[in-house]
């Protein structure tokens, strides 16, 4: 399986619905909006580690850079609880996580 940035947003999009649950309506929006500004953003930092260009604790660093930028757009709606704030970036970064090390394991 190649690494599709594509796919791998649509999967942290459900991510982020399955972990808001019934806030859904209301982060759908900041969830889209997110994900498609930070696509090229994200698809290079998923390259540069599945390249072997940056090492797995940079890697993770970078996604919890990532992870905190999501969850203080997802704080823009005021009526997301930090809690449901943090599920979701956590969600949706955990995803890509996933897919850059199914890609790395696939490459071996």
Known sequence: MKF???E???EMGAAVKD???ENWNEVLAVTNQ???SKK?????LAELRIAG???RKRFESRLKDE???AEAEFHSIAVISKAIAQKAANAAMEVLENAVKTAINLAK
């Open 34 to 36: 997110f994900l498609q």
């Open 19 to 21: 972990a808001v649950g």
């Open 40 to 44: 090229e953003r994200l698809e290079l």
């Open 67 to 69: 992870t905190l930028i």
């Open 4 to 6: 599709d940035i594509n």
């Open 53 to 55: 260009d940056i090492s």
């Open 8 to 10: 791998v947003i649509a």
